[in-house]
Each structure stands twice: as structure tokens, then as C-alpha cells.
């Protein structure tokens, strides 16, 4: 492969690949991925891509970069889907207003955050992230010394060495939906440290070089501002400072000409976008006829076209990885075969997964597959919504009922079960973890989440013949032509073994382990250093985080909620899945379980109710609220480590961003735990705290305790209240008020038994 060569027209990685749509879609999918929308009326909005955020734009790209891509995009950055808004002028004319327009770009400053920004960054790692975790599925291959190869419809990243000031693009990298919310670049879930090391690998040490311009004067500020407005650019981009109310609307589709304006070879007056013939036929070809809503099936075939989803992903006869990429996938259990490698398939995904799981998915980031070292990116709540729904209302399967098991026949399903798991009968557990535990042989996807993730009809289906739903599956069919092979457990009976699998899987961490896996837990120790260990908990939830200091104190995070929801002194933790931070753990010692509802909220008064977050039951398993923490305002932005490996989380509530970081004290003889938050907001705030719930009473100097813990508080109006959730009694808000920029505050935990 040679150098790239670099495309002038506007790339979207999914139009360049194996995908289902007509011309009329594919432009459809064009004018959400343009914003014609924002510029003109009567056109389908519905999934248009947003405009990047330019707040703290000046932080984070550099002046001469600024000026570059706003005075000629295309040939700054090829394949962008920003027009050119200086079309028809002179050179000198793009020059001086691209320079004043910048001027007022570099205005916007964002706050400093104050988190601890990684200091070993390490270019040969970047290098292998960037071609394992699924980044060259929209960007250019790389050789050896760092050149981009050519590769048709991919977006070029060489532009990004003179773009970013220092360690901006590792900032963008860790958390790319909070200046790009529409998710065309994703978060793949990267560290601090990943992603300091993908920036060091893809722009070198230039962004070092960078040197600062001199500041922009009021008067260059006014004017910028002004040319801002002037060239149109608030249609798209609405900083704080300009509203969109000042933008230029051109002709509404009723009345534009199909081909002049934007849509013509060489547009003049308006803004071009430098498109190709292809793409100029197939806007043309959906403008021809009014905007209709398409069918459910069509709607899907467009939003994974949109998202590039069918690069990874095939769906149908469509979609897939390519040849060209297949040898970028790879896995730590290759001996499971291309399953374990390459993504699973999108064909009848919303028959085949329960909605809530889905949602953990999309949403959420929930994995089932640790050794499939491509990541499931997170395209953030906008870009997804509905897409849930389309799947479940497009997608189907024979129905098929597996009925509860009565008392009598109980027994005998459940042994059945435990025998055909076993060494002693198909033995899944040669190729399956198990609850938790790790298969002797290969490390597949633990078993026991089959009930919480898959529909009952497509698990049924599925075991029957696996090789219909994944060709190529290295899973044996243990029930060919609906006859099982192992005739000696239920009879041989396929449907009574089915239903007995099924229940099992249903019995969750109470269920048995079959003969020949190996059940004993790996017990966590903590020496004179603390430790941290992620992972599912109960005591925690989906995101928990486990601290252990030395000397015996310990707790759980709840990083999806933002709640400390567990303190315990002794043995650190129990854990049942070595699986990457994706594992099962619990405290090795008895446990003080605390609330795990969001911990911060902006109420409106002292009286407002707390809300509280969904439950989930056998009975009732699918997540009422899936979006409940973002709701709400909380927003987890990660961690950072201390030289003495003491963990700080970062998240926010609204605009407020929350650092919290605990330590072990001592007062009055007695071991505590300090919790220490830093808050730093942008205006002046008042937030309520959740500090304590269950049966609490008040005692002297602001301390608060129930029959487990005591807390103490320094500062902050106390709210002692009946709960939110009238089973558990009472709850303790700390009302806050925080000044604009930086403050902290502390309360100690202490406990009783």
C-alpha cells in the first residue's frame, strides 16, 4: 500500500462499506450527516448529526489549525463534513476572515477541571490500541513508520499532529461525546493512560511544539464574533454568547434548486461542501419527492449505515468485516473461533436479546465477551434513541413458551440441568465460564448470563441449531433434528432438557455448579499498598468499584449512580471473574450496605422527593429507567490514581463537576474514612447530598448514625427527613451551597460493629 492519498469529499465510513441502502436512502443519510436541515425547512431532521460543541474550543485547538480548517476545511482536513463557508472569496479574503473568526474561537476557554493528567504516555501501546480496539474501522491504516496507507472511505487522522494543543487530544480521546455529542467519533471506554498513549501514537511529539499565539484582543474578539454570524456559522454551532436566532435560513425544499446552490459541481454563493457526483445524485434523488417517515426495517438499515455499525457488525446479507480488516480482529481465547473475535451479528438482535439488555449495551457499555479485544463503542443517548424500539418491533421469532416449573417437578429439572452443564454429560463448561467462575478449559462467555440477556424463544432456537444463527460456531449441536444426543438425562427428552437449561440459568448465583468446574473463589488480599478492583457486585451494582486501604478498611462505589453503597472493615474481597474489570465480586467481611441512588442532586427545595432508581426483580426484569443516572444529571467521568494508589472519581452533577476521593484517618483512636469532595462549578450552586438512609438519629457536633455506621459532618445544613423510599425509614440530605469556581467538603464515616 502506498501513502494515502487524501479524499476531498465528505466521508461516512459506513456509505463506503457493504451496505443495503438505495440512492434515495443513501442521500437521506447525506443530508443528516451534511445538517441540511439546519439551513433549510421541510427537510427530515429526525437523526441529524450535531454540530461539534465549541464551548472551550480555544482550549483545546490551536490558533493556526483554527484558522486553517475554517478558511479552506477540506484541504485541512480531508474527508470533513464541514462545509466551506468562504466559497467565492479571494484568498487574501479567507485569510483575514478565517483569522478573525478564530480570534473569536480562541475566546472560549474552558475551565480546568483540576484532574491529574497522565505522565507516561507511551507511543508503541497507542499504536497497538489504534489497530485492535476497532479504530481502524473508520480511520486510515497506519504502516510501521506511522503513514497513513490508502484506504477508500475511511476519515484521515493526519491532520490531528498541528490540530490539538498539548494533551487536548487525550482529553478528546477519553471522553469524545462531550465536545461531539452526536457520537460519530464514539467513546471506546479508553483510561487515561490509553488514551494519552493512542494521542502520543497519532500525533507524536508535535502537539509539544505547538506554540501559543498572542492573545486575542477585545477588539479582534468583537470582531470574529461578528463574522461568525456574518458567514452563517451559528446555523450549526450556537456557543453561549450567540443564539441560533441570528442564522440564515436559504430556500426551503419546496423551492430549492436541485441543481444549484450547495448541490452544484462548483457552488460560489453558498457554502461548499465539496461533494462528488455520486453524492450530489443521490441528495438530488431524495429531495425529488416530499420527506416520509421510511418503515421501521429501512430506518434500521440507515441508522447502522449512519453510525458505521455495519463496518463491524453484519445484519442480514449486509454489513460485516471486510477482508481488508479481518486481520485487525482479535481475541485471548482464539480457539474459540471467529466468534470469539469478531462482533456478533445484528440479524434479529431485537428478537434475540431482552430490551433491558439491550439497553446495558448500547447505553451502558455492558460486555458479555472480555477476550474480544475490539470495543463496543458508546455512541451516546441522542444517536441511539429509538433504535431499540425499531429492533424490537422489526425483528421476530417463533414464539416459544417454556412454562414455570411446579414444586414436584423441580428437583428433578434442576439436577438435570446440573448433570448436562457438567463433565458428566455435554459438558458446557468445557468451553463456558460458569456464574462467575472460570472454565478449566476455554475461557467462553459465562453461561449463567444467558437469562438476563436472551429472549427465552431465541435461546430455544439458538441450542437447537447454532450453526442457523452463526455459521461456522465451533458450539456443537447437542439436539440435531430436535433429537438430543444425550439420551440418558430427562429421558433424552429435547424440550424438557431445554427447559431445564433455561430455569437454571434463571436461578442466577443461587444455582449450582456442575461436576468439573472449579468453584473455589479467588479471595483478594490488600498488603501496605491500596487496592481497587472493579467489577459487577451486588453490593454495587453493574459498575462497582471495590477500595481497600491497609489496615482493613474498606468500600464499594457505585460508579453508575455516583453513590458510595458499601463500607466494610476487615478482608477485602471475594472475586468470582477474572475477566479485565468486568468480573463478579463481593466483601470477603460483613458489609454495611448503603443506598445506591444517585448521591447528588440540584432539588428544587428541601422538600422535593428524592428519586429513587429503578429495581429490577425476577418478576419484573426489564430496567423501567434505563437512562435513570443521566436523568438526573450524573455524568461518571472516570479516575485517576495518587502515587499511593488511591483512587479519585470524576463525575458530575449537571454542570457541577465532583472529584471524590476517600482516605483512611484517625480519630479519637478510632479508624474512619474521610470522603473529600472537590467541587468545581461554573456559576454559584446549591446541591443536596444523600448522605445517610434507614433508621437514623441525630447526635451532638453534627453527627448522624443508624446501628451500623456514623457519619460526621463539618459544615453544610443537615436535612433529616422521612425517605424517598418509605421501607427504609429516613434519609440525611446535606444541603450545599458552592461558590462559582473551586471548594471542597468532607465527611467522615466511622463504623459501629
Known sequence: MATAEKAAYPVIPGLHHKHPLSVSQTGAVLIDELRCASCHDGMSSANMKAAPDLAGVGTRLSADYLQRYIADPAATHPGTTMPDMLAGQTKEQRRVISESISHYLRSLQARETGAKKPTKPDAKAGQELFHEIGCIACHSQRDDAGNELVTEGVVSLAHVSSKYRPGALADFLRDPLKSRPSGRMPDMNLTHDEAASLARYLSGAVTANIQDSPAPTVQQISEGKKNFKKWNCVACHQPEQIGKDSAIHGPELSKLNLAGGCL?????????????????????????????????????????????????????????????????????????????????????????????????????????????????????????????????????????????????????????????????????????????????????????????????????????????FRPGIIMPSYWPNDKAVQTEILDGDTDLQLQALWHNFSLGRSARDP????????????????????????????????????????????????????????????????????????????SVQ?????????????????????????????????????????????????????????????????????????????????????????????????????????????????????????????????????????ELLIRLSLPKGKSSYSIDYTLLK
Not at 301 to 327: F, P, W
Not at 532 to 558: C, D, E, L
Open 264 to 468: 452544484s459541481p462548483q457552488p460560489k454563493d453558498g457554502p461548499n461542501f465539496h461533494l462528488n457526483q455520486t453524492q450530489r445524485a443521490a441528495i438530488q434523488s431524495a429531495l425529488k419527492k416530499p420527506v416520509v417517515l421510511a418503515a421501521p426495517a429501512d430506518q434500521i438499515k440507515m441508522r447502522l449505515t449512519q453510525l458505521s455499525c455495519i463496518v463491524c457488525h453484519n445484519r442480514d446479507d449486509y454489513g460485516g468485516v471486510s477482508a481488508e480488516l479481518d486481520g485487525f480482529f482479535h481475541s485471548t481465547e482464539e480457539a474459540l473461533g471467529n466468534e470469539a473475535r469478531i462482533p456478533p451479528p445484528l440479524t434479529q438482535v431485537g428478537a434475540k436479546l431482552r430490551p433491558a439488555w439491550m439497553n446495558k449495551v448500547l447505553f451502558d457499555g455492558a460486555v458479555v465477551r472480555p477476550y474480544m479485544k475490539t470495543r463496543m463503542p458508546q455512541f451516546g443517548a441522542s444517536s441511539l434513541a429509538g433504535l431499540p424500539e425499531l429492533f424490537a418491533e422489526v425483528d421476530s421469532i417463533e414464539q416459544v413458551e417454556i412454562p414455570e416449573l411446579d414444586r414436584q417437578s423441580r428437583p428433578k429439572m434442576r439436577n438435570g440441568a446440573h448433570l448436562l452443564l457438567g463433565n458428566k454429560g455435554l459438558s458446557c463448561i468445557a468451553c463456558h465460564n460458569y456464574n462467575g467462575k472460570e472454565s478449566p478449559g476455554m475461557k467462553g462467555l459465562d453461561l449463567m448470563t444467558s437469562y438476563q440477556r436472551l429472549q427465552p424463544s431465541w435461546f430455544y432456537h439458538f441450542m437447537k441449531n447454532p450453526g442457523a
Open 515 to 590: 461436576s468439573g468446574l472449579r468453584s473455589e473463589p479467588t479471595k483478594l488480599k490488600v498488603s501496605d499498598k491500596t487496592r481497587t478492583y472493579r467489577g459487577r457486585s451486588k453490593i454495587a451494582g453493574f459498575r462497582g468499584i471495590a477500595v481497600g486501604f491497609p489496615g482493613g478498611m474498606n468500600y464499594a462505589f457505585n460508579a453508575r449512580n455516583g453513590a458510595l453503597s458499601g463500607i466494610w472493615q476487615g478482608e477485602f474481597v471475594r472475586v468470582n471473574w477474572q475477566s479485565q474489570g468486568a468480573g463478579d465480586f463481593n466483601p470477603a467481611s460483613k
Open 594 to 730: 448503603l443506598a445506591q441512588d444517585v448521591a447528588f442532586l440540584q432539588l428544587a427545595d428541601d422538600k422535593a422527593a428524592w428519586p429513587l432508581r429503578p429495581i429490577r426483580t425476577k418478576e419484573q426484569p426489564i430496567n423501567a429507567d434505563p437512562l435513570y443516572p443521566r436523568k438526573h444529571g450524573y455524568a461518571f467521568a472516570g479516575y485517576f490514581m495518587d502515587e499511593a494508589s488511591v483512587p479519585t472519581f470524576m463525575y458530575k452533577c449537571g454542570a457541577i463537576a465532583i472529584e471524590d476521593k476517600s482516605v483512611t484517618a484517625k480519630v479519637g483512636g478510632a479508624t474512619v474514612l474521610r470522603r473529600t469532595f472537590r467541587f468545581s462549578t461554573p456559576t454559584q450552586e446549591t446541591v443536596y447530598f444523600r448522605a445517610l438512609t434507614g433508621d437514623v438519629t441525630a447526635g451532638a457536633k453534627k453527627v448522624f448514625k443508624t446501628n451500623d455506621v456514623a457519619i460526621s459532618i463539618a459544615t453544610g445544613e443537615a436535612i433529616l427527613r422521612p425517605s424517598s423510599d418509605q421501607e427504609v425509614g429516613q
